[in-house]
């Protein structure tokens, strides 16, 4: 236990204040001892009570100092697994996945601007692929736990689904597109 010393702007009182320094210390409270030791000259009450007051702030800095030292001497320790994903490994997954939804929705306006509705069908063969995406990205987000393998083999068949659907939607669009030159 230390003791704090305060002293007022003029020099003649002093406060000791036992406050507790141990993170060890268990009591809650800090003994409010005031002792004031006028020496010279008598001050008048109003400057006791500013020194008062000035100790009571100081208390109060210092009981909420001996509650947040202990946790400021431990390490910052995050709980996440060794196989968690690093956060520029998170940036690549999530902005793939926007950049997937972006996509399909520029497809989609340049086949209803162009006229040309097979781009429309290009905009639904990308469907099973961003959720093949979705399937990954929750997967990770769950540290790839085992009970959710399942969505591993879900993403599997619908990558497959969805290059099997975007070739479709290819093929639509390169016979939209010869019997577009053809009328020509």
């Not at 097979?118 to 990770?140: E, I, N, R, Y």
């Not at 591993?152 to 030159?181: D, E, P």
Request: one cysteine or more; aromatic letters at 10%; glycine letters at 8%.
């Amino acid at each position: 236990m230390a003791v704090a010393t305060l002293y007022s702007g003029s020099g003649w009182c002093r406060a000791k204040i036992p406050v507790p320094w141990s993170s060890r210390s268990r009591s809650c409270e800090i003994v409010k001892l005031l002792k004031c030791e006028i020496t010279g000259k008598a001050e008048s009450e109003s400057k006791i009570l500013k020194s008062v007051g000035v100790v009571a702030v100081g208390v109060s800095v210092l009981q909420f100092v001996s509650y947040v030292e202990p946790a400021l001497s431990l390490p910052l320790q995050l709980h996440e697994p060794p196989n968690a994903l690093s956060l520029p490994t998170w940036a690549v997954h999530v902005s793939s996945v926007a950049e997937w939804i972006i996509a399909m929705a520029l497809v989609w306006q340049y086949g209803d601007k162009s006229g040309h509705q097979a781009w429309k069908g290009l905009s639904w063969g990308m469907v099973p692929l961003l959720g093949g995406a979705f399937c990954a990205c929750t997967w990770h987000f769950f540290y790839n736990s085992e009970s959710l393998e399942v969505l591993v083999a879900l993403q599997a068949a619908l990558t497959v689904i969805g290059n099997v659907t975007m070739c479709i939607a290819a093929y639509r669009i390169y016979k939209s597109s010869t019997q577009g030159s053809k009328n020509f």
